[in-house]
C-alpha cells in the first residue's frame, strides 16, 4: 500500500521533506521541499541536472526527476520537522540506468524472478574524530588494543546512544554498540532486511552518524584508512538468500557443511570468482587500498583481507561463515555506496547460482601468518588503477549490473585515479627531492 506522503507530513508534523537519491560515488543529494508541495513532487519528482552531481552526464542532459519512494520515508527523530524519502532518477519518462537505486532494483527484480529474496545486514565502522579531521575526538583513547573499551565507549556515551536510541525509534532493531579496534572506532549492529531496505537504512545511517555527531561537536567518518597506524573503516555485509515470501532461507542446509545449503555455496562461489572485479564497488577510492593492503597496525592486526579466500568463523579471510545459513563478505570499507555494495553482492551471487560456481577448497588457516604457504592463492587489487582494470576485464560482471551503469562509473573512476596520480604527495618530495 502507497503512503501519501502529504498525509504523512500533516500526520506527523513534517514541515519539510528531502527529496534524495544518491550518486555513483555514494554522495547523497537532495531538495529540501516544503510540506505543501510534496503533493506535486510525489507525482512528478524532484528536479536535478545530473552533471552537478557524480553522474556520467553533462550540462546539455535535460533535467533529472528523482521519483521518491515514500515506502523509504524516514523522520527525522533528531529534526522531527524534516523527513528523508529516498528517490529513484528518471529522464525523459525512463529510468536513469546508471543511478545506484535503480541499479539495485533491477537485480531484486532478477532475483524475484528465478523466485530469490537476498537479505543482507550491514556492519558500517567509522571513527569520531575532531571537525577539522586531523586526530581523533577522545584524547584519552590511547590503549593499545582499544576493542571493546568500556571507558572509552562511556566517554562517547551520549553520542553512540543517542544514535542508538535514534534506531530504537525507527523500529531497526538495533542490537550492540561497540568500540572497534581502532582508536576512535566506533560501530552499531541492527537486523537484517532485504537488501533493498538495508541500503536505505545504510545510505540513511551515513547521514544520520554525521549529522548527530556534528550537533556534539564531533565530526564521523567514514574514510576506509583515515589514520595510517590505526585499524581502518570496514563495512561488512552478512548476506542469506530467502525464498520471495522471506521464510525459507535457502542458503541454510542443517545437514550441509557449516549450515550452508550447496545454492549458498555457490553464492560464495560467484562472490570468489568475481572477487577482483567486485573491488572496485566495495573499495571505491584510492584510500581503499591502504586499508585492505595495510601492514599490521597498532592494534596487532588489520582485521582486512588482502587475498581471494574463504573459511569458516575466520575473520583473516574475505568470505566468514560465521553460522548456519549465512556468509560474511569483509572485503567491503566504510566509503562503498550503500545501494552499490548490495548490487554487486546480489549480482555475483546470481552469477554464481546460474552457474553452479564451485567456492574450491575452504582454508582454516589464519591468513595473516600463514596465507604465504598456500599456493594459488589470489591476492586483491594494490590499488584504485588496478580495481578499475580488473572491473573492465570482467565482462560479466559489468553485464550484470548494465551497461550503462558500468561504462559510468569506468569513466568517472579513471578519471579520479588520474587525478590521484596527478597529485604531488610529500613522501614523493621527501625521497626524491635528491635522487
Known amino acids: 500500500m502507497s503512503i501519501d506522503l502529504a498525509k504523512f507530513a500533516a500526520d506527523k508534523g513534517v514541515k519539510f521533506f528531502l527529496i534524495n537519491f544518491t550518486d555513483l560515488f555514494g554522495a547523497q543529494r537532495a531538495k529540501l521541499v516544503p510540506a505543501q508541495a510534496i503533493e506535486g513532487m510525489q507525482k512528478n519528482g524532484a528536479g536535478f541536472a545530473g552533471f552537478a552531481s557524480w553522474l556520467d552526464m553533462t550540462p546539455a542532459h535535460p533535467d533529472m526527476l528523482s521519483m521518491p519512494d515514500a515506502s523509504s520515508v524516514i523522520q527525522l527523530p533528531w529534526k522531527p520537522e524534516v523527513a ?27 532475483a524475484a524472478d528465478q523466485g530469490m529474496k537476498m537479505m543482507a545486514g550491514v556492519e558500517p565502522e567509522f571513527h569520531l574524530i575532531t571537525p577539522e579531521g586531523t586526530a581523533i575526538s577522545d584524547p584519552l583513547d590511547i590503549a593499545e588494543k582499544p576493542c571493546y573499551d568500556q571507558s572509552a565507549v562511556m566517554r562517547r556515551f551520549d553520542v553512540i546512544s543517542e544514535i542508538c536510541t535514534t534506531m ?31 541500503a536505505d537504512q545504510h ?8 549529522s548527530i555527531a556534528e550537533n556534539h561537536g564531533l565530526r564521523a567518518t567514514f574514510m576506509p584508512k583515515p589514520f595510517v597506524h590505526l585499524t581502518g573503516n570496514g563495512c561488512h555485509a552478512h548476506i542469506s538468500m530467502w525464498d520471495l515470501e522471506g521464510k525459507t532461507c535457502l542458503t541454510h542446509d542443517p545437514d550441509g557443511e557449516l549450515g550452508i545449503s550447496e545454492l549458498g555455496y555457490h553464492l560464495i562461489g560467484g562472490s570468489l570468482h ?38 569458516g568463523n575466520n575473520r583473516t579471510h574475505m568470505i566468514r561463515v560465521p553460522g548456519a545459513g549465512r556468509y560474511e563478505l569483509r572485503l567491503a570499507d566504510g566509503a562503498t555506496n550503500p545501494y552499490l555494495l548490495m548490487a554487486v ?37 594494490l590499488n584504485l588503477g588496478d580495481a578499475i582494470r580488473n572491473f573492465e576485464k570482467d565482462k560479466v ?19 579520479e585515479w588520474h587525478a590521484f596520480g596527478r597529485h604531488l604527495t610529500q613522501w614523493e618530495r621527501d625521497h626524491t627531492l635528491d635522487c
Open 168 to 198: 530504537i525509534e525507527l523500529g531497526w532493531g538495533p542490537y550492540q554498540n561497540d568500540h572497534e579496534d581502532a582508536n576512535g572506532q566506533f560501530e552499531i549492529n541492527w537486523d537484517f532486511n532485504d537488501v533493498l531496505v538495508t
Open 203 to 210: 545510505a540513511f545511517f551515513k547521514f544520520m552518524v554525521r
Open 397 to 415: 560482471l559489468r553485464a550484470a549490473l548494465g551497461s550503462e551503469f558500468s561504462d559510468a562509473y569506468i569513466k568517472l573512476k579513471t578519471n
Open 274 to 311: 568475481h572477487s577482483e572485479g567486485m573491488a572496485l564497488i566495495t573499495n571505491p577510492t584510492v584510500n581503499s587500498y591502504k586499508r585492505i593492503n595495510a601492514p599490521t597496525t597498532s592494534s596487532g592486526a588489520t582485521w582486512a583481507p588482502n587475498s581471494i579466500t574463504f573459511g
Open 345 to 381: 553482492s546480489l549480482a555475483i551471487g546470481l552469477e554464481g547460482v546460474n552457474n553452479k560456481r564451485d567456492p574450491g577448497k575452504r582454508l582454516d588457516i589464519d591468513m595473516y601468518a600463514e596465507g604465504h604457504k598456500v599456493r594459488g592463492v589470489k591476492k586483491l587489487p
Open 84 to 110: 528523508w524519502v529516498a528517490g529513484d532518477p528518471m529522464m525523459d519518462g525512463k529510468p536513469v540506468e546508471q543511478a545506484p537505486r535503480v541499479v539495485l532494483k533491477k537485480l531484486v527484480a532478477r
